[in-house]
Nanobody
Framework: VQLQAFGGGAVQAGGFLRLSCATS????????MGWFRQAIGKEREFVAT????????DYALSVKGRFTISRDNAKNTVYLQMNNLKSEDTAIYYC????????????????????WGQGTLVTVSS
C-alpha cells in the first residue's frame, strides 16, 4: 500500500485548500484513514480521521468546524477540506492508513496507523 498526498500550497489567512491522498491499495474501503500535521519545531499531531464507510469522523479541537475529512472509496482517495485557514495551520500534512481497523472505528494516535504518505506542505500567511 502506498499513499500519495497532494494539494498543499501557500494561502492567506481566511483562505481554503483541499488536500487529497490517493492510495494504491485494492481494499481501500477497509482502511481507516487519518490526517496528521507537523509544524516546524513541533511534534506531529492528529488532525482528522474517518471510518471505512465515512459515517464516522473525528477531529482535533483546533480544526473542528473548519476542516472536513471525506473519502471516495471508488477513487481510493481521502480528502481534507480546510476552510478559514489560520497561520497556526501552517505545517506539513500527512495522510495515514490503518489497514485492519475495526468496522466503524476511527483512530486518533500515530501508532495506530500502519502506512504513511510523504506529506504536503501548507503555508498560511497572516
Amino acid at each position: 500500500v502506498q499513499l500519495q498526498a497532494f494539494g498543499g500550497g501557500a494561502v492567506q489567512a481566511g483562505g481554503f485548500l483541499r488536500l487529497s491522498c490517493a492510495t494504491s491499495g485494492r481494499t481501500f474501503s477497509s482502511y481507516v484513514m487519518g490526517w496528521f500535521r507537523q509544524a516546524i519545531g513541533k511534534e506531529r499531531e492528529f488532525v482528522a480521521t474517518i471510518s471505512w464507510s465515512g459515517r464516522r469522523r473525528d477531529y482535533a479541537l483546533s480544526v473542528k468546524g473548519r476542516f472536513t475529512i471525506s473519502r471516495d472509496n471508488a477513487k481510493n482517495t481521502v480528502y481534507l477540506q480546510m476552510n478559514n485557514l489560520k497561520s497556526e495551520d501552517t505545517a506539513i500534512y500527512y495522510c495515514a492508513a490503518r489497514i485492519n481497523g475495526v468496522s466503524g472505528a476511527v483512530y486518533l494516535r500515530e501508532y495506530q496507523y500502519h502506512v504513511w504518505g510523504q506529506g504536503t506542505l501548507v503555508t498560511v500567511s497572516s
